[in-house]
């Protein structure tokens, strides 16, 4: 058989196709293991609508065949700002979004996880000590919710790289108004979400030693390229390098996961039926151990990047590649990658 054609897609990530992720089912591997999904997003555009209700069918019951998902963390993506007011403070209607969905997932009518547990939301950290007002705003509206901030910087001048529909200037971590912004965070004791591509850890790495009060949070293994000028084999002793170098910074911790994307360059999608989780997890073991191995099980946690990587796989094949990973971790490193890191750094209630 030949492999199918993608859809041509005008959009950054990858097409969801239900009736291709329909031809490969997978059963919870280790259903019981207790999850915190850390990183996840929620929209409703008329294209592509995510919302509660798409999460809890893409999590699905233990008792369906699905894994024991308690909780999860949302994190910005641009969803529902409000269209009128106060530039700066239109991020907020983001929050104010996902404080209406984590209200309906808490009905109990979206299954057992507590959707949106936690938010991650945007602010501007170019507006220097200005952010500090946009923070307070995202604290009230979150509801006892809000505990950290993204502000995407991944840059490449390569155009072929492009998964946000931002497009961040070189050098950001480093702009003088927006370190100012920064400062902002640990005020209010809020955590900071790293989107970037392997080329820029070096940048973060500057950053988290000039502010060591503040919790970094490195998304999706540091954004390792696989398209354009980079080939994944060539990047990689240079992305584990940085790697290594980042974990020194003991404010640091690393998201694994996020690895289903165009820009990384797997073929996934192209493919006839879905990957097994086997497959995924052949693919993705030397990203995420070398993470682990750099940071340690108590400072990394998996991650969905759902709905992004769901052009590539199912959400329980992508949890089973997870597991399958972490098959000779002991329970305590698991209980760390699956839960008790993401627990901790998102101060989840209990």
Not at 135 to 150: L, N, S, T
Not at 236 to 261: D, Q, T, Y
Not at 329 to 337: D, P, Q, R, T, V
């Amino acid at each position: 058989m030949t492999a199918q054609t993608t859809p041509p897609n005008p959009y950054p990530h990858l097409p969801v196709r239900s009736d291709w992720l329909a031809r490969r089912t997978e059963r919870a591997i280790e259903p019981d293991l207790p999850i915190v999904d850390p990183h996840h997003h929620l929209w409703d555009r008329p294209r592509f609508p995510y919302t509660v209700t798409e999460l809890a069918d893409d999590i699905g019951s233990v008792e369906g065949g699905g894994h024991n998902v308690v909780s999860t963390v949302f994190v910005e993506c641009r969803a529902m700002y409000r269209a009128h007011g106060d530039k700066a403070m239109r991020v907020v209607g983001e929050t104010e979004f996902v404080v209406g969905q984590a209200a309906m997932a808490e009905s109990g009518y979206y299954g057992k996880a507590r959707a949106c547990a936690a938010i991650v939301g945007h602010i501007d950290l170019t507006l220097a000590e200005r952010a500090g007002a946009v923070a307070d705003a995202h604290i009230a509206a979150g509801g006892g919710r809000f505990r950290g901030v993204r502000h995407a910087s991944a840059h490449d001048p390569a155009p072929e790289v492009r998964t946000t529909s931002t497009t961040p200037p070189a050098g950001l971590l480093a702009d003088s108004g927006f370190r100012r912004g920064f400062a902002e965070l640990a005020r209010r004791k809020l955590s900071f979400d790293a989107w970037l591509y392997h080329p820029q850890i070096p940048e973060l790495a500057d950053l988290a030693a000039a502010f060591a009060d503040t919790t970094i949070v490195l998304d999706h293994c540091g954004g390792p390229l696989g398209v354009g000028p980079y080939s994944r084999k060539a990047i990689f002793e240079g992305w584990r390098k940085s790697i290594h170098e980042l974990a020194r910074r003991p404010n640091v911790v690393v998201k694994l996961g996020g690895l289903g994307m165009a820009v990384n360059g797997y073929d996934f999608h192209e493919q006839d039926d879905p990957p097994q989780s086997q497959t995924l997890a052949d693919a993705w073991r030397p990203w995420f151990e070398t993470c682990i191995e750099a940071f340690g099980a108590d400072r990394c946690m998996f991650e969905s990047n759902f709905p992004v990587d769901k052009g590539s796989c199912s959400y329980t094949t992508l949890w089973n590649a997870f597991k399958t990973i972490a098959s000779g971790a002991s329970a305590s490193e698991k209980a760390n990658l699956f839960h008790d890191t993401a627990a901790r750094i998102y101060r989840l209630p209990a």
